[in-house]
């Protein structure tokens, strides 16, 4: 190959690169790495029945970046509640999560939007009676300085979760039956890993 070919392949190859890289999306967390939360009432909706919930606590912890990416898998957490009921019987509700990042509005303070793969066990008596599986919607707001916290929040009741029999039993909300979150927040109550104040994590993304 003539030298001035060999040029223009090379031009070619790294303007292609060069672009690649200026059109890249970038997430970073320069906030706390861990977290506590407490949450007010929300209600899950199924065919059956509902499971309404007064308060939980959530613990979670996420990733610091930067990752270069149109999406981030940037948290994982659980929740606990023990202030649920479901036909009037005393119940518990338990749920692993892992938040997915899709899109960021900037702003004071900036909102970051994603989706949730999530999986709970509903239990009465230490019983599980029901399986809860699929994704759901989600915000998390960064905090602002000096003092104000940052909040978690679930969507408006979209997503694709269903219940399921548990172990013990017919879930009286269903068997294969798609359910609904009511909106609601989690203020974050304590965080580690991060610059002081500790208000929790502050995700940003360019451009």
């Keep these: ?9 090379l031009a070619v190859s790294l303007f292609g690169a060069l672009s690649a890289t200026a059109g890249a999306v970038t997430w970073k967390n320069s906030g706390d790495t861990a977290f506590t939360a407490t949450g007010g009432a929300v209600t899950l909706t199924s065919t059956g029945a509902n499971v309404s919930c007064s308060s939980g606590t959530i613990t979670g912890t996420v990733a610091s970046g930067p990752f270069v990416g149109a999406t981030w898998s940037v948290a994982t957490g659980t929740g606990h ?23 960021w509005a900037a702003g004071t303070p900036a909102v970051t939007t994603g989706t949730s793969d999530v999986t709970c ?29 940052g909040k978690l929040a ?8 269903k219940v399921s029999n548990g172990t013990s039993g017919t879930c009286p909300l269903g068997n294969g039956d798609r359910a609904f979150v009511s909106p609601g927040g989690s203020a974050v109550n304590g965080a580690t890993g991060g610059p002081t104040p500790h208000l929790g994590p502050i995700i940003t993304r360019t451009p």
């Excluded at 119940?91 to 899109?103: D, K, M, P, Y």
């Excluded at 066990?121 to 915000?139: E, L, N, S, Y």
């Excluded at 679930?154 to 694709?160: A, C, Y």
């Design 154 to 161: 679930t969507g408006t009741g979209t997503g694709n979760l």
């Design 121 to 149: 066990d509903v239990r009465q008596f230490g019983a599980k009676i029901c399986h809860i599986g699929g994704t759901g919607g989600g915000t998390y707001t960064n905090p602002v300085l000096p003092s104000t916290f």
């Design 81 to 103: 509640s023990t202030s649920c009921s479901l036909a009037g019987v005393a119940t518990t509700v338990h749920c692993s999560a892992t938040l997915t990042a899709t899109s």
């Design 1 to 9: 190959m003539k030298k001035c070919a060999r040029f223009v392949v």
